[in-house]
């Protein structure tokens, strides 16, 4: 556990600072590090809230001051308690962990006035933190600032019950203080808070989105990059109740008795999650998953910190939307090395997959896009495809549809690049070839981070036309901060739903249309199953 211990004797350890740089904030004087690689200043595991435990746990984050401390900021913050272990963190965890990071260049001054970049890691708002060596923010803040933000996950994140008073939201209430401590302290590390970009992946990019449809949102950010997780629908939080419920049977703590969930030791916490019924079946992103009767730990529309749709809102800032080109393929990988043990699925696995998600409508879909003649017979592609595109591809479009009708300026693209290198450390090698550009496989990209693949001491290297389209798509993430745009029109067009026109990340940054051809069908699909889901829930 990283140690909020302040040194009382501000002048004296500041007089034997020599190389590191030194910036005062409303959490304290911080004192920070130098990138070994490259011109950037790091500030690890500076404080944004006070420890959430206590009576803090399942509350609103409290914000943390003491400006006249100082901080050594050079030692990796602890990640929040982790509930999964797809895209989890294996280092140290704590429920201390409201924490940020921060990258900056070493010519940077008060003055300078950077682009900022803030950064929310994916893993399903169960699993996650700023400390994952592929989030190293020394290559991509040579341009700009790159702050990164822990925020609270699983139940201690996101647990909504109105019988207990919990409106849930906490992690979405944590990236909220986060951005708003920017506002109040990026300057001094040469950031300009009027030009914060806001990005995420996967559950990240869920919130990010989230976030970018509230009316806070353009007083935060200047704009937002939504990597895989754009324009989903959010349940009520009287939708989740029945899930979420399944929590307090796990724990025991079904007295309605707020205290009893409060004391619980985290280990209790963690094994109550784990107890929680989950289908052995992979899920995509429909109403039957999202309305929170299934296994999600998601933001949920609260009425006061999320008081309306986001998918119906629209984001309310310039934004770029996209996805990978086969999303689903490391889950599928997954599910055939464990459930199926490395056997094909078979038609009658395929068959509870379409039942599990998509309920009434699974015979339809079924009709529709027939296993023999779209996929060839493959169950294992079936369930890749659909997975993309109702989990990635399609909301991702939804969500450009209502930017394009409110007026709101945003840019589409399809990331293809089949990546040289394993870029997590659970990525098995021999797993490259056969991903191809499946979720995540962007994030090093948009990072610039090249080499020493998987992170953070691997001996891979990306190729050279692999390291200029890392730079390009790098720089345009930070023109996004600085100008609200990702580059001229001639380089990357604005989406309109005439052309669809977008960038295409293949094995360069090229102009292509970014084909949401069957997002019709599956935007049918996602409005009748809302439609079912509410009649089911008594909403209707």
């Known amino acids: 556990m990283v140690s909020r211990s302040i040194v009382l004797s501000g002048l004296l350890a500041l007089a034997g600072l020599v190389e590191s740089k030194v910036v005062k904030t409303r959490s304290g004087i911080v004192h920070g590090g130098q990138c070994s690689t490259t011109n950037v200043n790091y500030f690890y595991s500076i404080p944004y809230a006070k420890p959430p435990v206590g009576e803090r746990r399942f509350a609103p984050p409290e914000p943390y001051y003491n400006s006249s401390g100082v901080i050594k900021t050079t030692a990796p913050a602890p990640a929040c308690i982790q509930f999964s272990d797809l895209f989890g963190e294996h280092t140290t965890t704590s429920e201390d962990c409201l924490f940020l990071d921060i990258w900056a260049p070493v010519s940077a001054t008060p003055d300078s006035k950077l682009p900022v970049k803030v950064w929310l890691y994916g893993g399903s708002n169960e699993g996650g933190g700023i400390s994952d060596p592929t989030y190293n923010g020394c290559f991509s803040a040579v341009d700009s600032i790159v702050v990164s933000i822990n925020y609270r996950l699983g139940p201690l994140g996101f647990l909504a019950l109105s019988d207990l008073g919990l409106t849930g939201n906490y992690g979405i209430m944590d990236q909220l203080l986060g951005l708003r401590w920017v ?201 890749e495809v659909i997975l993309t595109q109702v989990s990635y591809q399609c909301p991702s479009y939804r969500a450009l549809q209502k930017a394009e009708e409110k007026g709101i300026p945003v840019w589409s693209y399809e990331f293809a690049h089949k990546p040289s ?75 309109t739903s005439h052309e669809s026109k977008g960038v295409v990340f293949s094995d360069a940054m090229d102009i292509g249309v970014v084909d949401y051809a069957a997002c019709d069908f599956w935007g049918e699909i996602n409005e009748e199953l809302n439609k079912y889901s509410r009649s089911q829930l008594g909403d209707a």
Request: net charge negative; aromatic share 10%; hydrophobic share 40%.
């Open 421 to 495: 290198c394993a870029w997590y450390a659970g990525i098995k090698t021999d797993w490259v070839p056969l991903l191809g550009a499946t979720h995540t496989s962007e994030i090093p990209f948009v990072f610039n981070f090249t080499s020493s693949m998987p992170p953070p001491d691997g001996n891979c290297t990306f190729s050279k036309a692999e390291q200029a389209m890392a730079h390009d798509m790098s720089r345009a993430w930070t023109n996004m901060a600085k100008m609200g745009a990702p580059a001229d029109e001639n380089t990357w067009p604005a989406w």
């Open 183 to 383: 506002q109040d302290n990026i300057a001094g590390f040469g950031g300009d808070p009027s030009k914060v970009l806001l990005f995420g992946q996967s559950a990240g990019a869920v919130d990010s989105f989230v976030i970018a449809t509230l009316p806070e949102a353009p007083r935060l950010m200047r704009a937002a990059a939504l990597e895989s997780g754009a324009g989903r629908d959010l349940a009520t939080v009287a939708d989740a109740k029945e899930w979420y419920s399944e929590f307090l049977y796990a724990i025991n703590c079904t007295e309605h008795n707020l205290s009893c969930l409060r004391n619980a030791q985290v280990d209790t916490i963690k094994a109550a999650v784990a107890a929680m019924p989950s289908p052995n079946i992979m899920t995509v992103s429909t109403a039957l998953v999202n309305n929170g009767t299934r296994s999600s730990w998601t933001p949920v529309i609260d009425g006061k910190v999320i008081k309306e749709q986001p998918s119906t809102v629209g984001v309310r800032v310039p934004s770029i939307i996209g996805a990978t080109t086969r999303e689903g393929s490391i889950f599928v990988l997954g599910s055939y090395a464990t459930v199926w043990k490395g056997k094909a699925p078979t038609q009658s696995d395929y068959n509870d997959f379409l039942n599990l998600n998509f309920g009434p409508l699974a015979t339809r879909v079924n009709e529709t896009l027939p296993l023999a003649s779209t996929f060839n017979g493959s169950t294992l592609t079936a369930m």
